[in-house]
C-alpha cells in the first residue's frame, strides 16, 4: 500500500492555510452482494478511463443509510470479508464539473468499476452576482441524482463528496449543499483550499517525471487555481513544501474579463489581460518559489481539463483518449504554441477543433492564460499531463485510512486472543 500513503501534512511555507476539513465519509450501505460486473475493468493509470459517460441502467442495490460526516459510523463489512471486494467513491463538484469515481482496491492501486462526468457549470454568473444560480443549482442536482444512483447500484461501502470554489465562494452554497443532502442524500463536504491542493498532488504525484529536483504540481479548475511546491525526497508521497490558490479558473477568470470586440486585435488583448490579472494573483508564490525555479531540473505537472485538452491538440487526436494523454511528458514549448495559436482565434474557430467542441470553446482561452503564467513562474523544460486528480486523491486516502483502521483492530485482537490465552 505504499502508493497509498497520505501526504505529509506539516506547515506550508509562507501561507496560512484554514484547518483541514475532518469530514471523511457521506455514505455508508448495507452489506449485499455486489451486482454482476459487465464489461472489462480498467485501472488507475495509462489505461483507465478517466472520463466516465452516464450509466442509465436502472439502480438494483440497496437504499443508502445516511450517516453524519463528521462521525464514524460502524463498517458494514461483515468480519472476515474480503476487502478487496469492497466498493470506494469519491465526487468532486467543481465549479464547471461533477466528476464521480467508484473504485475497489487492487494490490498498492485500484480498479475502476464506474465513473461519471458532466459539465454542469454550477459558477455561472458567480463572479457577478455572488450567488449559485438556479438554473446551475438544477442542472448540478440532475447530475448528483446520476451519481446517488451509481453509489447505491455499486454497494458503495466508504466515500466521500466534496466541493471547491463555488461553494466555498457563494453567499448560498451553505443552502445548495443543505438541498443536495435532502434531495440526494449526498453530504458534500466544502474543503478548503489546502485540503484541495493536497488531495490533487496525493491523485496525480505518481506522473511526475523522473528526477531529484524539486517540482511544481499544479491544478486549473472552474474557479480556482492550486500551485503546490513539493520536493519528493523518496518518500511514496512527496513532501509539500509550499502552496498557494488562487480565484482564477477557467469560469471564474472568463466571467471576469470582459470582451472588448470580436477582432483579432481585441482577443489578443483581452488574452494578454487575463494573463495580468493570473500574475499578479501568482505573484507571491512566484516570488517565493524565485531560487529553486532557477535549478536545471526542476519539473512540472498539471492536471486539469486545459493541460489534458491542449496535450490532445498536441498530439493531434481526433477525439479525447486518456489512455494516451495520462502521463504524457511534452516540451512546455510546444503548449505554449498551441495556447498562442488558441488565444488568436475566434470561439466559432476553437469549436470546431477536436477535443474542443463548443462546451470548451470559450473557456479554453482562460485555463491557456492560467497555464502560461504558470510556466512563466516555474519555467521547465517539459510539462507532465494527468488526467487524474482529487477523485483519486480521496480514493487513496479513504483506502489508506480504511486499511490503517483495520490493521490497528487486528492487532488489538491479537494482543486481546494473547492476553487471554495468557490468563
Sequence with gaps: MADMVPPDRTGRVGHKGNAQS???ADFR??????????????????KNCGRGKPDNAKANGQVAQGAHPARQPQRTRPRGAPRYRQAYAALDLGTNNCRLLIARPSGEHFTVIDAFSRVVKLGEGLAHSGRLSDEAMDRTLAALKVCSDKLRRRNVHLARSVATEACRRAANGEEFIAR??????????????????RLAVLGCHVLLEQGQGRAVIFDIGGGSTELVLIEPDGRAVPRILDWQSVPWGVVSLTDTVARKGSSLEARLERYSEMRRVVSESFAPFADRVAEASKRDDIRLLGTSGTVTTLASLHLELPQYDRRVVDGLILPSTAMRGISSRLSAMSMDERGTLPCIGQDRAELVVAGCAILESILDLWPAEKLGVADRGIREGILRSLMAGDFADARERKGMDTARNEGSAAR
Design 22 to 24: 475532518g469530514k471523511v
Design 180 to 197: 443536495v443532502r435532502e434531495e440526494t442524500g449526498i453530504v458534500l463536504d466544502i474543503i478548503t483550499a489546502q485540503e484541495e491542493a
Design 29 to 46: 450501505y448495507k452489506s449485499s452482494p455486489p451486482p454482476e460486473a459487465k464489461g472489462k475493468h480498467s485501472r488507475t493509470g495509462r
